[in-house]
């Protein structure tokens, strides 16, 4: 029976959730739009079957199908990243957390030290946060979690810096990858760092994966021992994660993954990320790539033209990073009246943070789901106009408390005429099928 006559209130919370990305402006960096083939494999009843275990080593019967789907995966994704036989891949985790996750329980023994990006710098909670020293991830708990740090005078790295940090700290791993970092990562760099001290060198590629397999973002396979990434983002596949590493250390990660942290695959998921590979090695997915990443550039410098502050002064990447403290409105409020409008953003901590998570000084926005729609150049300096004509208009609120602020919203002008022209420009580039 269809959904409409089966469940019709979960239907029409599909329908308008459908309505709400198709009629407004998803600019949320780690977000982006799949393909029709993709969600067709993720309804397949590929959700029915149980598989613990590997290929061909299953606990249950019936999995011949299953395995092929696996094995198929596995192929394509090291294709799609242009990896011989030395590297081997993990398709079955849950999602990126859960891989960062494997790796440590593979590699490490509880107390080793794990250390990554400082979090409110745009490091990810995966890479270990402990906070006022509250552990606040299991990472944390199991592992010690250290840290290096973003200038915050350029935004970027300083990779002698991040070198005196970690030969101080000396991990056992050394993770690099995170949320909002928007220039490209220096993979050559932190794997001789790691070497000196003799930690593995992960490269966590969650956001960045589709960027490198289309070839615009620089591959850490020649460097890293460790890759993890998740499928969602600018890979443009279902949610879900892959976990590449070397012989030596294939087999201790497949047995984290399974049993070690988790049950049954989700074969569904792995037979879409299949799909998404298959699209991901194509012509059009390399052009799709290139685009995201001129719309990135042009958007960060149109906002500049605006006078905001782009975190490294612009993108080599998917997303862009803006410090507000200098435009006398917190990320907090810049992004709900950007919501109003139809905008959608997340607020975001920046280097050298002043303020809290909850009430952080920035914006984060990226430009995957609407070059996935279709956009070019031409409608980056409209969204850069809307963003910056919506939050001149807020700043004379945003001295109210957050639920005054929140109250005016309707009031501002600016804020219904920019929705209006957001849903037109958005009916011209429908979700693709
Ligand atoms: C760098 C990085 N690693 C890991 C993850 C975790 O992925 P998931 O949300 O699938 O657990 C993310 C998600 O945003 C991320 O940005």
Same mark, same amino acid.
């Given at each position: 029976?269809?959904?409409?006559?089966?469940?019709p209130?979960?239907?029409?919370?599909?329908?308008?959730?459908?309505?709400?990305?198709n009629?407004?402006?998803?600019?949320?960096?780690?977000e982006?739009?799949?393909?029709e083939? @993709?969600?067709?494999?993720?309804?397949?009843? &590929?959700?029915?079957k149980?598989?613990?275990?590997?290929?061909?080593?299953?606990?249950?019967e019936g999995?011949?199908?299953v395995?092929?789907?696996?094995?198929?995966c596995?192929?394509?994704?090291?294709?799609? &990243?242009?990896l011989?036989?030395?590297?081997?891949?993990n398709?079955?985790?849950?999602?990126g957390?859960?891989?960062?996750? %494997?790796?440590?329980n593979a590699?490490?023994?509880?107390?080793?030290?794990?250390m990554?990006?400082?979090? &409110?710098?745009?490091?990810?909670?995966?890479?270990?946060?402990?906070?006022?020293?509250?552990?606040?991830?299991?990472?944390?708990?199991?592992?010690? @979690?250290?840290?290096?740090f +973003?200038? !915050?005078?350029?935004? =970027? &790295?300083d990779?002698?810096? +991040?070198?005196?940090? @970690?030969l101080k700290?000396k !991990?056992?791993?050394?993770?690099?990858?995170?949320?909002?970092?928007? %220039?490209?990562?220096?993979?050559?760099r932190?794997? =001789?760092?790691?070497?000196?001290?003799?930690? /593995?060198?992960?490269?966590d590629?969650?956001?960045?994966?589709?960027?490198?397999?289309?070839?615009?973002?620089?591959?850490?396979? !020649?460097?890293?021992?460790?890759?993890?990434?998740t499928?969602?983002?600018?890979?443009?596949?279902?949610r879900?994660?892959?976990?590449?590493?070397?012989?030596?250390?294939?087999?201790?990660?497949?047995?984290?993954v399974?049993?070690?942290m988790?049950?049954?695959?989700?074969?569904?998921?792995?037979?879409?990320?299949?799909?998404?590979?298959?699209?991901? =090695?194509s012509?059009? /997915?390399?052009?799709y790539?290139?685009?995201?990443?001129?719309?990135?550039?042009?958007?960060?410098?149109?906002?500049?033209?605006?006078?905001?502050?782009? @975190?490294?002064?612009?993108?080599?990447?998917?997303?862009?990073?803006?410090?507000?403290?200098?435009?006398?409105?917190?990320?907090?409020?810049?992004?709900r009246?950007?919501?109003?409008?139809?905008?959608?953003?997340?607020?975001?901590?920046? !280097?050298?943070?002043?303020?809290?998570?909850f009430k952080p000084s920035?914006?984060r926005?990226?430009?995957?789901?609407?070059?996935?729609?279709?956009?070019?150049?031409?409608e980056?300096v409209?969204?850069a106009?809307?963003?910056?004509?919506?939050?001149?208009?807020?700043?004379p609120y945003?001295?109210?408390?957050?639920?005054?602020f929140?109250?005016?919203? %309707?009031?501002?002008?600016?804020?219904?005429?920019?929705k209006?022209?957001?849903?037109?420009?958005?009916?011209?580039?429908?979700?693709?099928?």
């Amino acid at each position: 029976m269809k959904l409409t006559k089966s469940d019709p209130k979960i239907s029409n919370l599909i329908r308008k959730e459908f309505k709400r990305q198709n009629g407004e402006l998803q600019l949320i960096p780690s977000e982006n739009f799949s393909s029709e083939a @993709v969600r067709e494999a993720l309804g397949s009843v &590929f959700t029915h079957k149980y598989s613990e275990g590997q290929i061909s080593k299953r606990y249950y019967e019936g999995n011949e199908i299953v395995d092929e789907i696996e094995a198929l995966c596995k192929k394509r994704a090291l294709e799609a &990243f242009g990896l011989s036989k030395k590297w081997h891949v993990n398709v079955q985790a849950y999602a990126g957390s859960i891989a960062n996750l %494997a790796v440590y329980n593979a590699l490490l023994k509880p107390g080793d030290k794990i250390m990554g990006m400082y979090l &409110f710098d745009g490091g990810h909670l995966s890479h270990g946060w402990k906070y006022k020293n509250k552990k606040i991830t299991l990472s944390s708990k199991i592992y010690n @979690v250290a840290y290096y740090f +973003v200038d !915050p005078k350029t935004g =970027k &790295f300083d990779y002698d810096e +991040v070198e005196k940090k @970690v030969l101080k700290e000396k !991990p056992k791993i050394l993770i690099s990858g995170g949320t909002a970092y928007p %220039a490209e990562i220096n993979h050559s760099r932190l794997s =001789k760092i790691a070497r000196k001290v003799k930690a /593995f060198y992960l490269a966590d590629i969650a956001h960045e994966a589709g960027l490198v397999a289309g070839g615009v973002n620089k591959s850490p396979f !020649p460097y890293a021992d460790i890759v993890t990434m998740t499928t969602h983002k600018t890979l443009r596949g279902p949610r879900g994660a892959l976990i590449f590493s070397k012989e030596e250390s294939s087999e201790q990660i497949d047995r984290s993954v399974f049993p070690g942290m988790q049950g049954g695959p989700f074969n569904n998921n792995i037979a879409a990320i299949a799909v998404c590979l298959k699209e991901a =090695k194509s012509k059009k /997915f390399k052009q799709y790539v290139e685009q995201i990443v001129r719309n990135a550039k042009k958007l960060a410098q149109e906002l500049v033209k605006y006078g905001f502050d782009v @975190v490294s002064k612009g993108t080599e990447k998917h997303l862009i990073l803006v410090d507000l403290r200098s435009k006398e409105i917190n990320g907090m409020y810049a992004a709900r009246a950007l919501k109003f409008a139809g905008i959608t953003l997340n607020k975001n901590t920046v !280097p050298g943070e002043t303020s809290s998570p909850f009430k952080p000084s920035g914006i984060r926005l990226g430009t995957p789901t609407v070059t996935t729609r279709g956009m070019k150049e031409k409608e980056m300096v409209q969204i850069a106009k809307w963003i910056n004509e919506v939050i001149e208009a807020a700043i004379p609120y945003s001295d109210l408390s957050f639920e005054d602020f929140e109250d005016q919203l %309707a009031s501002i002008p600016e804020i219904p005429k920019v929705k209006k022209e957001v849903k037109y420009l958005c009916s011209k580039f429908p979700l693709p099928k």
